[in-house]
């Protein structure tokens, strides 16, 4: 299923920010996808909850490892298309980079905090933020200096917005839909988090392999052709299998989704993927096995006393530390003060926050709150 032709073409690309003479042996993708594997935002993903924290299990996924398996699908689908898989890759290994401390919890509580100052977090705007600015690693320039398609997919990979919307935003294209790689990189997400959070519950014990075959009939159907390939395998083997096949059910219908939606649209050019709705999706009958799957951990995973208790718990801690640099700016560290000089109080204590790992924002609590 070949969609070369929606492929975004390189010599179409917008550029960076602050020009730079091309590299001898790398195009402008594999040099935006090294950057931001060398970047401090991304290293710091490996102490970023995904789903569980630390202390529950250190075989869990946490947020760098989720970052390289999406990575790895979107690549996976991306090559499947004809689609450039470079672009795809550095999009997939920037998608959270944004994120702060003990995740979604962590994005809520943040937010509440800045709506308290007609402000709002947003952890995409963030990772924007983070590679416009923040990453301090060239002579030459401020953050990352990433091409404008790369930094219009950070903003853009899971929605879409008008002009006005979001006026920070506006040099980006909006109303305009982003290039075909970067819708990938949601549905990729999707794949990969529901697959993860999946296996990570049933290693925890919190469900077995029938109850999911109970409310998931395709992975029933998954699990029944394991078990008849594989009699004599073990309960752990067969999950892993049937786990095994259950992500490849899921990329491959997103890439035959994708490629059906892209026939019945009529696009033949990457500027009419633009132009036309959302071309990425799974085809039916996936796309209500990945509805399944959310209903299914929503009931069985997200929603338990621990892990809610955690949630609450971080954003309680979130909301504290965030009224204690408030009322004590001059606890924020020197690089922090020196930009109250351009930016708000609000907006400073969020960004150093939200940069915070989960080990270090409970040590910080711990020197300062304890």
Not at 118 to 146: I, K, M, T
Not at 350 to 367: K, L, Q
């Amino acid at each position: 299923m070949n969609l070369s032709r929606l492929r975004f073409p390189l010599h179409e690309l917008r550029g960076r920010r602050y020009p730079e003479p091309p590299h001898p042996y790398r195009n402008e993708f594999q040099r935006d996808r090294d950057r931001i594997v060398h970047a401090r935002a991304f290293r710091r993903l490996e102490d970023k909850t995904q789903v569980f924290t630390e202390r529950l299990s250190d075989h869990f996924r946490n947020r760098l490892t989720h970052t390289i398996e999406v990575a790895q699908i979107a690549r996976t689908v991306a090559v499947a298309l004809g689609l450039d898989e470079d672009f795809t890759e550095a999009l997939a290994l920037a998608h959270d980079i944004g994120h702060p401390p003990f995740g979604h919890a962590g994005e809520a509580a943040l937010d509440e905090q800045m709506r308290r100052y007609d402000d709002r977090f947003d952890h995409n705007v963030n990772a924007l933020r983070l590679v416009e600015s923040f990453e301090q690693r060239y002579a030459a320039f401020p953050g990352l200096n990433l091409t404008f398609e790369v930094r219009e997919g950070i903003v853009k990979h899971s929605r879409d917005f008008e002009p006005g919307e979001h006026p920070e935003l506006d040099e980006f294209l909006p109303g305009l839909r982003p290039p075909l790689e970067a819708q990938l990189i949601d549905l990729a997400d999707e794949v990969a988090y529901n697959t993860a959070d999946l296996d990570d519950g049933w290693s925890a014990g919190l469900f077995t392999m029938e109850e999911i075959e109970a409310a998931v009939p395709a992975y029933g159907q998954i699990a029944a052709r394991t078990r008849r390939l594989f009699p004599q395998a073990s309960e752990p083997a067969l999950f892993l299998e049937s786990q095994r096949r259950l992500i490849d059910f899921l990329a491959t219908a997103l890439i035959e989704g994708t490629g059906a939606a892209a026939a019945a649209s009529g696009a033949e050019t990457a500027g009419d993927v633009r132009r036309l709705p959302r071309l990425a999706s799974m085809a039916p009958a996936a796309a209500e096995t990945s509805r399944a799957l959310k209903r299914f951990l929503f009931a069985r995973l997200y929603s338990i006393p621990a892990l809610a208790e955690e949630r609450r718990a971080a954003m309680v801690r979130i909301a504290s530390l965030f009224q204690f640099f408030m009322n004590h700016p001059q606890e924020l560290p020197e690089n922090h003060q020196k930009r109250l000089d351009s930016f708000p109080l609000h907006r400073v204590v969020c960004d150093y926050i939200a940069g915070m790992t989960d080990g270090y924002f409970r040590r910080t609590v711990r020197r300062l709150l304890s």
